[in-house]
């Protein structure tokens, strides 16, 4: 089963600084088809004016995982992290036993990011903040963060979850085939380009949720910037 999300049909907001689209429910969002997938609670795609970004406000109990598309973001947090994570570079929060932080676009463009919550299957845990550079290029999809036994001991960002994110460019005509486990689903976005997933066709920034797919493969119809997540189903 692939059920594309089609980006003019997500959820949106907008104020004078944000302008972001919800893949799932948030906010003033509502609907009983998008709350969540899986472990996969938020995907937002936001998009922040210069010199604006996020006061400090608290969270809890969440995995948060921010990949900049464009731009960068500044983060700084009650625990006394202060950092900047550039585009193609992702950074994870675990927010545990609670953590207030913000975060700002301090660059004189706009910033683009996919913000992705994932529910953690370890509770009171301490709270943290990490961030990493992850090499250009290369080929198929990295794995930038995960808390899936098969990552460990790589250079992925841990993750309190049984999940895992991971991104990648294809090049026009380029394909990838990745395996979903029994058990497990997936949820992708074109991040940028056109793609189609086992022949289902996505333009971009549309999603796709996933399930019952034992086998995914993946096509770029143009140069495509892809990001997955793979959440226990």
Same mark, same amino acid.
């Given at each position: 089963?692939?059920?594309?999300?089609?980006?003019?049909?997500?959820?949106?907001?907008?104020?004078?600084?944000?302008?972001?689209?919800?893949?799932?429910?948030? &906010?003033?969002?509502?609907?009983?088809?998008?709350? @969540?997938?899986?472990?996969?609670?938020?995907?937002?795609?936001?998009?922040?004016?210069?010199?604006? &970004?996020?006061?400090?406000?608290?969270?809890?109990?969440?995995?948060?995982?921010?990949?900049?598309?464009?731009?960068?973001?500044?983060?700084?947090?009650?625990? +006394?992290?202060?950092?900047?994570?550039?585009?193609?570079?992702?950074?994870?929060?675990?927010?545990?036993? +609670?953590?207030?932080?913000?975060?700002?676009?301090?660059?004189?463009?706009?910033?683009?990011?996919?913000?992705?919550?994932?529910?953690?299957?370890?509770?009171?845990?301490?709270? &943290?903040?990490?961030?990493?550079?992850?090499?250009? @290029?290369?080929?198929?999809?990295?794995?930038?963060?995960?808390?899936?036994?098969?990552?460990? +001991?790589?250079?992925?960002?841990?993750?309190?979850?049984?999940?895992?994110?991971?991104? @990648?460019?294809?090049?026009?005509?380029?394909?990838?085939?990745?395996?979903?486990?029994?058990?497990?689903?997936?949820?992708?976005?074109?991040?940028? +380009?056109?793609?189609?997933?086992?022949?289902?066709?996505?333009?971009?920034?549309?999603?796709?949720?996933?399930?019952?797919?034992?086998?995914?493969?993946?096509?770029?119809?143009?140069?495509?910037?892809?990001?997955?997540?793979?959440?226990?189903?």
């Amino acid at each position: 089963m692939i059920d594309p999300r089609p980006f003019d049909r997500l959820g949106r907001f907008r104020n004078a600084w944000l302008n972001a689209r919800h893949h799932f429910n948030f &906010g003033a969002y509502r609907d009983p088809d998008r709350a @969540g997938f899986g472990r996969l609670l938020v995907w937002n795609d936001d998009e922040i004016a210069p010199g604006t &970004g996020f006061d400090p406000h608290p969270h809890r109990e969440m995995e948060i995982v921010t990949y900049v598309r464009d731009g960068a973001i500044t983060h700084r947090d009650s625990l +006394g992290n202060e950092g900047r994570t550039e585009a193609g570079d992702v950074q994870v929060m675990h927010a545990g036993t +609670g953590i207030v932080h913000a975060e700002y676009n301090r660059e004189a463009t706009p910033t683009r990011l996919f913000q992705i919550w994932i529910h953690p299957d370890r509770a009171r845990v301490a709270p &943290g903040w990490e961030t990493r550079q992850f090499p250009r @290029g290369g080929e198929g999809l990295a794995v930038l963060a995960s808390g899936r036994a098969a990552d460990s +001991g790589g250079s992925a960002l841990p993750l309190y979850a049984d999940a895992a994110v991971l991104a @990648g460019t294809l090049e026009a005509g380029q394909s990838v085939e990745l395996a979903l486990e029994p058990g497990r689903a997936a949820y992708l976005v074109a991040a940028s +380009g056109a793609v189609t997933v086992n022949g289902v066709a996505l333009g971009t920034r549309d999603g796709a949720a996933i399930r019952d797919e034992p086998r995914l493969a993946i096509v770029a119809r143009e140069r495509s910037e892809l990001v997955l997540v793979d959440v226990a189903a």
